[in-house]
């Protein structure tokens, strides 16, 4: 099945400096087969489907590299807590834990996957998902074969919080994440997570969940920085993570780090949002060399928006992010904190995910904030939406 999508306005390609203007796409099955001016695109004996753009904009699709999206139960009346003053703390999560824990598989499968559609709506072509609210072997086994049934990105973070059935005996706890849990979880994973925060893991039991999931194939990546400064950073760093996520409260050190290391800094602005935290300074962070990735953090707690396009707007109106460089973020960006190269771009040879806005140009994301501006989804060459 191939697809010509053309009279495009402003194509953002994630391969050159600036977008395309008066572009078109062709799609051949699951990938991209040409890029270029209109006036160019190649005639097609066999025929191809052609979607008129009108002049809209078209953008790679949304890569989220950073959710929680399997869970039961929600904390609404927490949230409405904070919004009346209280603080945002990390024992929420227990709370969640309860209802994961008694969810069954169809019920935490029917809410993954509603949410999963819902941000194939809003533009997002690939999806990380991460465990974390079942703290204990079976239901973390659950999550993340639950997880692995949508996306090839499964992280494991049964280092998420200490559970409440161990509490003061957080070592103790670490042991059964590195031996049993993740002997039932490796087989479903790409990726190994820990929450390194003063109130969840401490540098040591961070490294030692680290350290065990790269001795079974998988890679790290490190929620860090979210709540005050800490080591996080600079132990992701060490062990060359992919990501080191939330970076909300950072020392001119990591900043350094960071600017000199493979590791992308994934900032998440809809946990500032929602937790009334201040926003990092991704202006002074891409100045200073760091690759800034953004993602929703999709999850019952600190972040429920599902929206990378309300993501962009809040890096621009207050990240001091160009808009160019939020798209980038939130789609090469994202790739890059996944370390995939065949997603994130339109080029030759790449996956086809791509998003047609409902606007002539990317800055439509940012200027009109909480407005529907996705028009249609491709996701592996086949239109979705
Ligand atoms: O990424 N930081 C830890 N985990 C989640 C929050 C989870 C929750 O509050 O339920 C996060 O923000
Ligand atoms: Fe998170």
Redesign the pocket.
């Known amino acids: 099945m191939r697809t010509m999508i053309t009279n495009i306005g402003e194509l953002t390609t994630n391969d050159s400096s600036e977008p395309l203007t008066d572009a078109a796409v062709l799609i051949d099955r699951g990938r991209i087969e040409w890029v270029g001016a209109a006036d160019d695109a190649p005639s097609d004996p066999e025929g191809y489907e052609e979607v008129d753009a009108a002049g809209r904009a078209v953008i790679p699709g949304f890569v989220d590299s950073?959710s929680?999206i399997v869970?039961g139960g929600d904390?609404a009346e927490e949230f409405e807590a904070r919004m009346a003053g209280q603080k945002?703390a990390?024992g929420?999560?227990r709370s969640?834990v309860a209802a994961t824990r008694s969810a069954s598989d169809d019920e935490l499968r029917a809410r993954l996957r509603g949410l999963l559609d819902e941000m194939l709506a809003q533009g997002t072509t690939t999806v990380e998902i991460?465990s974390?609210?079942g703290l204990d072997v079976a239901t973390e086994e659950r999550l993340v074969r639950l997880a692995a049934e949508v996306t090839p990105e499964v992280t494991f973070?049964g280092a998420?919080?200490v559970p409440a059935e161990y509490a003061d005996r957080g070592d103790e706890y670490v042991d059964v994440v590195v031996g049993e849990m993740l002997d039932a979880c490796a087989p479903h994973v790409k990726w190994i997570d820990v929450?390194c925060?003063t109130g969840?893991f401490t540098v040591p039991q961070s490294r030692r969940v680290l350290e065990a999931g790269i001795a079974r194939g998988l890679q790290p990546r490190v929620?860090a920085s979210?709540?005050g400064r800490g080591e996080g950073v600079q132990l992701a760093i060490e062990l060359g993570a992919a990501s080191v996520?939330?970076g909300t409260y950072l020392t001119d050190a990591d900043v350094a780090a960071l600017a000199a290391s493979d590791t992308v800094l994934t900032l998440?602005p809809g946990?500032e949002f929602s937790t009334r935290q201040p926003y990092p300074d991704a202006r002074a962070l891409i100045d200073a060399g760091v690759t800034v990735a953004l993602a929703c953090?999709t999850?019952?707690?600190?972040?429920f928006t599902s929206s990378m396009a309300f993501c962009i707007a809040v890096a621009v109106r207050d990240m001091g992010m160009t808009t160019a460089e939020a798209v980038w973020a939130a789609t090469a960006g994202g790739a890059r904190a996944l370390r995939r190269d065949d997603i994130g771009v339109i080029a030759p040879g790449k996956r086809a995910d791509l998003v047609l806005l409902d606007a002539p140009s990317r800055v439509h994301l940012a200027y009109r904030p909480g407005v529907p501006l996705i028009r249609h989804v491709w996701k592996d060459g086949a239109r979705v939406r």
């Open positions: 950073h929680h869970f904390r945002y990390a929420g999560i969640t991460k974390g609210y973070l998420h919080v929450f925060e969840a929620h979210q709540l996520d939330h998440l946990v953090d999850n019952p707690g600190s972040s």
